[in-house]
């Protein structure tokens, strides 16, 4: 019998307590599911982002193109996944997020 995710149904939302990027940091996390949706404040979708993190699940709402446009390459079958997400700078006051 086929879970929901395996045949490809997405729910519109995710379950977790809202955590900020920055406590996730360096940090290993399982990445459970995520959602794009068009921000209300900038021309970019941003990205919701459901993760397991000291054996509870969370939800991380980011603007990060990069993080987004690596898990819109991914499949149905790749999640969950675990990953560290690290920060990195590339010009003063500037910087991106990326899956290691």
Do not use: C
Not at 6 to 25: A, C, M, P, Q
Not at 27 to 39: F, H
Request: net charge positive; aromatic share 14%; charged share 30%.
């Amino acid at each position: 019998m086929n879970t929901f995710r395996e045949l490809g149904v997405k729910s519109k939302n995710l379950t977790g307590d809202k955590i900020e990027i920055e406590k996730i940091l360096d940090k290993q996390v399982t990445v459970l599911d995520y959602r794009t949706a068009e921000s209300k404040f900038s021309r970019n979708d941003y990205l919701q982002l459901q993760i397991e993190f000291e054996g509870k699940t969370w939800v991380i709402f980011t603007g990060s193109g990069v993080l987004k446009d690596d898990l819109d390459k991914l499949d149905n079958a790749a999640f969950p996944f675990t990953t560290t997400i690290v920060k990195i700078a590339f010009k003063e006051k500037q910087f991106f997020f990326k899956f290691t």
